[in-house]
């Protein structure tokens, strides 16, 4: 019963087989029994969960349901939501109670969405493990020695594990794709501007977008369709943006005609042989479903990782300087002077991570080096950004492996910062190119999930979504749950 | 590549203990150094990203939108003191 999409949980509710309250009541009770094993949510509210879910019911009673009547919502503790902390898991952050909630929040709470509570990440969601969380790791549920991925770990283990059944994540370099794929979900980052960032905690603002995490293509559809719009609060949601009808473009049932690249830089030496085996399985099948795999290039892949480590810290050690132990946050005891409060205020806030980050973006921006670093890697983007751009006129989508590795030991990367960074090399490009991608689960290695990775164009989801649901359709991975929390590998 | 990480700390307005300083280091060096890969693009004549998309910036029209929240939102703050911030003396 856990383990049901949003679709399914909807349609009984509109047959009147069950009600909110029962439906959150339930995942209240997962919560309870399991939170304390995986550490998925670091803060619940109960009383609140319960109070939204019958007032959703008497909405219901009354009205016409709203598109996501009555349907549970985990939330990363990166959002800005009212009633109870919002932390973005970081010391910096502790007793901040947000005064208004993040324009996704607030779309959510208008349709009907019963929100559930904050959910675990790696702090300021730096990070690609949940590792750096300032309330500790959390674990995967298909193997709880491992890391659920980052930095939206906790919304990843809290849907796979059925403690919710859907959750918001935002994804800067893969923090949506990477998780999702570790935990066998389905993850939507779609294209840079679809979404408001206001009220989400900014990490780095030119490529920060919120997402969906789900069971299924279509219920990360119908999320985002409720999600995506122009909203005059961020200057870079798009007022104009293409659009499409979300759930009609997940009724694609085959692939005739659809030519899908294959870019050879994302089928490396070095990466795990069982996810290759799978992916490659994979692009067989969508080829027995119609499509025409081709051979591509996107000959600045290799650059990525090093323009989003010079890029992302820099946009990070800016917005960062906001933790100022002035309007919010943290502030030390007894400061001798200003200068003081400011930098004991902040070494005593911010994890490793996170200072290891300022600093690099620091470094890159400061004086004598803004060229060489800053400067660079921008340029380097508008040729990454090419490179898809000359493959989108060879083909219609490009599909790849989301991780190069399935989920990793808890401690095997801490030690260096370096190949942590690397496990983002998939999806790093995507982001610096504002494109939309998906990842969806297309197998096992070693008992562990196997992430498929799809990327459009911008602002054609509706052709990632159409591609991603005829493979869903085809094929049962989106069906298996982790057996040691009562699913059906 | 040798990094002044005291310097770039004090920019950063953190206090780095020594220890602190002395493990960042060599990470950051370390950092750096994979990042210097970008040296080997070629990027004569390519500009930089300003914006992922070619789009132009939205406007509005220039009116308040907003009603005053100030205690709300001082309500998160360490210390205030009749809507103002209290923080530490800053002129002698």
Not at chain 1, 214 to 222: E, G, H, N, S, Y
Not at chain 1, 260 to 280: H, L, S, T
Request: aromatic letters at 8%; hydrophobic letters at 40%; one cysteine or more.
């Amino acid at each position: 019963m856990p383990f049901r999409s949003l679709s399914d949980i909807q349609t009984q509710l509109e047959a009147g087989q069950t009600t909110a309250v029962e439906v959150a009541q339930l995942y209240l009770d997962r919560i309870a029994a399991h939170n304390d094993d995986l550490n998925a949510f670091v803060f619940i509210d109960p009383e609140h969960v319960l109070a939204q879910a019958e007032a959703s019911d008497a909405y219901r009673a009354e009205h016409a349901a709203r598109p996501l009547e009555g349907l549970p919502i985990a939330v990363k503790d990166i959002f800005c939501t009212q009633n109870g902390p919002t932390r973005c898991c970081s010391n910096i952050l502790e007793g901040f109670e947000a005064p208004y909630d993040a324009h996704v929040i607030t779309r959510l709470k208008e349709a009907g969405a019963v929100l559930v509570g904050k959910t675990n990440m790696d702090e300021f969601a730096m990070g690609s493990s949940n590792e750096t969380s300032a309330f500790g790791g959390c674990k995967n549920p298909w193997n709880t020695d491992c890391i659920p991925g980052g930095s939206s770990g906790g919304s990843a283990v809290a849907v796979a594990a059925g403690l919710t059944p859907a959750a918001l994540g935002t994804d800067t370099g893969g923090s949506i794709r990477q998780p999702a794929a570790l935990t066998g979900l389905v993850g939507l980052k779609p294209t840079y501007g679809r979404i408001s960032r206001r009220g989400i905690i900014a990490f780095a603002s030119s490529l920060d977008q919120a997402g969906p995490m789900t069971r299924t293509v279509k219920d990360a559809a119908l999320l985002t369709s409720i999600m995506s719009g122009h909203d005059a609060g961020d200057a870079t949601s798009v007022s104009d943006a293409p659009n499409f009808d979300w759930l009609k473009a997940c009724e694609g049932r085959d692939m005739k005609g659809l030519r899908i690249g294959k870019p050879k830089e994302y089928f490396i030496d070095g990466m795990d042989e069982e996810v290759r085996a799978q992916v490659e399985a994979a692009l067989k099948k969508c080829e027995e479903l119609g499509a025409e795999i081709v051979d591509i290039s996107l000959p600045h892949t290799e650059y990525a990782v090093a323009a989003y480590y010079v890029i992302a810290p820099s946009e990070a050690s800016t917005n960062l300087s906001r933790y100022d132990a002035v309007r919010f946050g943290h502030r030390c005891d007894n400061p001798e002077d200003l200068e003081d409060m400011y930098a004991r205020s902040r070494d005593e806030g911010f994890g490793e991570e996170v200072k290891r980050r300022i600093l690099t973006g620091t470094f890159a921006l400061s004086s004598g080096y803004y060229d060489a670093y800053y400067l660079k890697a921008q340029k380097v983007r508008t040729l990454i950004s090419q490179d898809f751009k000359e493959a989108f006129e060879q083909v219609d989508v490009i599909a790849t492996p989301t991780s190069p590795v399935p989920a990793f030991k808890t401690g095997e990367k801490t030690d260096d910062p370096l190949t942590m960074y690397l496990s983002d090399i998939f999806t790093i490009a995507v982001n610096l190119a504002g494109l939309p991608g998906l990842s969806q689960p297309c197998g096992f290695a070693d008992n562990l999930p196997v992430g498929l990775q799809w990327i459009a164009p911008a602002w054609q989801e509706d052709k990632i979504l159409a591609a991603a649901s005829a493979y869903e359709n085809a094929t049962d991975w989106h069906t298996k749950s982790p057996v040691k929390f009562g699913g059906a590998a | 590549m040798d990094i002044d990480v005291k310097k770039i700390a004090n920019l950063s307005r953190i206090r780095l203990t020594d220890s602190e300083a002395k493990e960042l280091a060599p990470q950051l060096s370390s950092i750096m150094g994979y990042i210097d890969k970008l040296s080997e693009v070629n990027t004569d004549g390519v500009s930089p990203t300003a914006h992922p998309h070619d789009v132009a910036m939205p406007q509005r029209p220039d009116v308040v939108t907003n009603p005053s929240r100030r205690d709300a939102l001082q309500q998160p703050a360490p210390r205030t003191e009749s809507g103002l911030y209290v923080v530490p003396k800053v002129l002698e």
